[in-house]
């Protein structure tokens, strides 16, 4: 638990201490402000800045209006009222233009008859199709892909990304000081940074690295999720797309836009449950090219509340071997035994 693991816990005892740190990104994506805003640097557990004393009151309130107010489900966050300003704004704001009206609906024949519009599994079939078919994708069972990350304030680095069927994935940023590791080995997904011990995956981030990592995921997507329905049409840059929720009982949805021109997935936006929010990941899917006979995507945008960046890939190499041991956690290393004093 949260109090057992960290010190100073006061407001989100109970909780699990590996949900402790995506709370605190909910908070700052919520109110647009970083760690130190609210801690001192380096001693988190200190309660010498104010704002941290305000935050545990508004923690305190949110749970409060929930409890009384909606039966304990978590209906409002800190970004209902934050909007990603510190401050939350009261006063509505004055539109710049006149509201545009509401649509009613696609409709033919001069409006008398509605159009008849494609159901979630005709735009999977149709997305598989776009692809290059099932079995195309069948005979693909590895990939390994290289190319330029764009990001962190503009800078650019090599990344690799290893996948193997059916679960399995591992990307690799490297940095000057190290390589930056995410990675699932179809059980076990764990982060590697520089200078940090290995941290292993839990809920929400655990199951956004399953769904990266499932190689035929084109062809898993009923499988993946026991609900999908087709949720109307929406623009996703200049591309018109037809919009299919997924979902699981229990879990955060999962929302999948494919281009009403070509049929192939453009963006997935995913989240991650945390004790005050969901964290959202949004990743744009572009540059779609054919290798060894199946269409894919070159250019990827991965967008989360804190920032973005962009991996152009310039490499692919498919049905390469891969050992299962490149995506294995390293294992935990062993501190040096004590020679007992000398007599």
Same mark, same amino acid.
């Given at each position: ?6 010190k ?46 305000t ?29 990603g ?5 009261? /006063? ?32 999977l ?25 764009t ?57 956004g690295?399953?769904?990266d ?67 959202? /990941? ?52 062993v ?9």
């Amino acid at each position: 638990m949260a109090e057992e693991a960290y010190k100073n816990i006061q407001v989100l005892k109970g909780v699990p201490a590996d949900q402790v740190i995506p709370a605190m990104q909910f908070i700052s994506a919520s109110l647009g402000v970083d760690c130190e805003d609210c801690h001192v640097e380096r001693a988190f557990d200190k309660d010498d800045k104010k704002p941290k004393q305000t935050a545990r009151k508004m923690i305190q309130m949110m749970l409060a209006i929930n409890k009384d107010n909606f039966n304990g489900h978590r209906e409002v966050t800190c970004y209902s009222c934050h909007h990603g300003a510190a401050d939350p704004v009261g /006063t509505p704001l004055i539109a710049d233009e006149e509201p545009k009206p509401e649509p009613h609906g696609a409709m033919n024949d001069g409006g008398a008859n509605p159009v008849a519009l494609p159901t979630a599994d005709q735009l999977l079939d149709k997305f598989v199709q776009a692809l290059g078919g099932a079995d195309a994708l069948g005979k693909i069972s590895s990939r390994v892909q290289k190319g330029m990350l764009t990001g962190f304030g503009g800078r650019q680095l090599p990344v690799e990304v290893f996948a193997k069927a059916p679960d399995k994935r591992l990307s690799v940023m490297h940095l000057l000081m190290g390589d930056s590791i995410t990675a699932y080995d179809g059980r076990v997904g764990w982060l590697g940074n520089p200078g940090r011990p290995l941290r292993e995956m839990s809920g929400g981030e655990l199951d956004g690295a399953k769904l990266d990592a499932d190689f035929y995921f084109p062809l898993h997507v009923r499988e993946v999720f026991s609900r999908l329905r087709r949720q109307g049409t929406e623009k996703v840059g200049d591309q018109d797309t037809d919009l299919v929720v997924g979902a699981n009982p229990g879990r955060p949805p999962v929302r999948l836009y494919f281009s009403e021109q070509s049929g192939l997935l453009v963006r997935l936006v995913r989240y991650a449950e945390t004790p005050l929010g969901r964290n959202p /990941t949004q990743i744009d899917y572009a540059d779609y090219r054919d290798v060894d006979g199946v269409k894919v995507p070159f250019h990827w945008t991965i967008a989360r509340p804190g920032g973005r960046f962009t991996i152009q890939v310039d490499q692919i190499q498919q049905n390469v071997p891969i050992d299962d041991a490149k995506f294995a956690k390293p294992p935990e290393p062993v501190a040096p035994r004590q020679k007992p004093p000398s007599p």
